[in-house]
Every structure is written in structure tokens, then in C-alpha cells.
């Protein structure tokens, strides 16, 4: 199994950074600690989310937004899940070079 990564995303007016674990056949995303979702590569080509009750979580708790800190809700939309996976896919391009 990969080590995990960390990519940065634009979400609303702010860029947050995300960490990405490689499970067996999805992406594990998580958000200060905590797991907010995965993202799959599916058949057709698309990315599709994971809602986290679907995953095995581990050692790691479901991601609880802060309100009266730095720390954002966010939510695994369509434009979301393609922007997670778009930096997945840059990542593994530039691990291969």
C-alpha cells in the first residue's frame, strides 16, 4: 500500500489541503484528521464518491467540522470529487517521472 499524500484543492474562496490514502480499490480523503469521504475511479471513467459509512475508518474518526475554527465543511460534490481526482491522477503522473 502507498503512502499518503497531500494535495491542495480550491473550495469555495479558500484552498484547503487534503490528505489521500490509497485503499485497496478507493482514495480515503481526509481533512484535519479526521475522514470526510473517498473518491473512486469507476468504470465509466468517472470519479465517484464514497460516503465514509461505507469505508473502514481504522485508527482514523469521521471529520467533525470546527465552526469557531480554521476548519471548513466540506462536501464531496461532483465538482469536489472531480478536482480530488484530477490531483490524484496529477500526483501519480508525477510520482511515475
Given amino acids: 500500500m502507498e503512502e499518503a499524500f497531500n494535495i491542495k484543492i480550491g473550495y469555495g474562496s479558500r484552498?484547503?489541503?487534503?490528505?489521500?490514502?490509497?485503499?485497496?480499490?478507493?482514495?480515503?480523503?481526509?481533512?484535519?484528521?479526521?475522514?470526510?469521504?473517498?473518491?473512486?475511479?469507476?468504470?465509466?471513467?468517472?470519479?465517484?464518491?464514497?460516503?465514509?459509512?461505507e469505508m473502514e475508518a481504522g485508527d482514523l474518526p469521521q471529520y467533525t467540522p470546527d465552526q469557531k475554527g480554521e476548519r471548513i465543511e466540506i462536501e464531496l460534490n461532483e465538482q469536489t470529487?472531480?478536482?480530488?481526482?484530477?490531483?490524484?491522477?496529477?500526483?501519480?503522473?508525477?510520482?511515475?517521472?
Avoid at 485497496?24 to 459509512?53: L, N, S, T
Avoid at 470529487?81 to 517521472?97: C, K, M, N
Fill in 81 to 97: 470529487v472531480e478536482t480530488i481526482g484530477s490531483e490524484i491522477e496529477l500526483h501519480h503522473l508525477e510520482a511515475e517521472e
Fill in 15 to 53: 484552498e484547503v489541503t487534503l490528505t489521500i490514502l490509497r485503499q485497496a480499490d478507493y482514495y480515503k480523503v481526509i481533512y484535519f484528521g479526521g475522514i470526510i469521504g473517498g473518491v473512486r475511479f469507476a468504470a465509466d471513467g468517472e470519479w465517484q464518491p464514497i460516503d465514509p459509512e
